[in-house]
């Protein structure tokens, strides 16, 4: 079955220190991969994404991705972390095989907490 | 934020009810999703829309069913609700298949007693 891992419930980092949410993913093929962050009582949004390119994707708010083919990784990174980083983040896939819709395959989510 | 609305917001109901969800978009998109969150499985699609009146199933269907009779609106019924239903549900849009992120509304709690 296809599945995505976010094998942290929480990461714990104080500000101003680098970030890391891993993510791994078992989907055939070559997926497309997502980022998305919820902040509380509110939908998620939308990170960055990675398609096709350059492995190391930025996105919105100082946030990157490292995509590595061989470890079947797409770990959510940042240089420096901010006490308003702390939210909900959330891996997800889409395999290339999907059709038209854009039916993504989420992770159970990473709880970022970022102390002062 | 994208133009979505999700109604109610919160909802409390009984056991062997049905119970509709609205998701309103001023986007025009023409996907339109709904997902469930509960802790520990992350968000599961429930169905989805590619046009009006042109719905699919997603992974957790059973006990769900969608209606779109607007481009604008996508109604998420549960026939009779049960206990395991109890769950906050996202509609979610997006303008084009393929890789275009997905744009949340801001969800609707529902607890069923």
């Known amino acids: 079955a296809q599945s995505v891992a976010q094998p942290e419930d929480q990461v714990n980092v104080a500000e101003g220190n680098p970030l890391t949410v891993k993510c791994t993913y078992s989907v055939s093929g070559n997926p497309y991969l997502f980022w998305y962050v919820q902040y509380p009582n509110r939908g998620l949004q939308f990170l960055l994404k990675?398609?096709?390119?350059?492995?190391l994707v930025k996105g919105s708010y100082g946030f990157e991705a490292e995509f590595n083919k061989s470890q079947t990784s797409f770990h959510l990174k940042k240089p420096s972390a901010l006490v308003s980083d702390s939210a909900l983040y959330f891996c997800a896939v889409r395999p290339r095989d999907g059709g038209a819709t854009n039916k993504l395959i989420f992770g159970t989510g990473t709880l970022l907490a970022v102390q002062p | 934020d994208a133009g979505i609305t999700q109604s109610p917001r919160h909802k409390v109901t009984e056991t062997g009810t049905p119970v509709t969800l609205r998701c309103h978009q001023t986007e025009n998109h023409r996907y339109m999703y709904w997902y469930r969150q509960d802790p520990g499985h992350g968000l599961r699609l429930i169905h989805y829309?590619?046009?009006?009146?042109?719905?699919d199933k997603g992974e957790v269907s059973d006990g769900y069913s969608v209606s779109r009779s607007k481009t604008e609106d996508f109604l998420l019924t549960l026939e009779s609700a049960t206990s395991s239903q109890t769950s906050v549900y996202f509609c979610a849009i997006s303008e084009s298949g393929g890789t275009s992120p997905l744009h949340f509304g801001n969800g609707t709690r529902l607890t069923v007693t």
């Open positions: 990675y398609i096709t390119g350059d492995n």
């Open positions: 829309s590619y046009g009006v009146k042109d719905t």
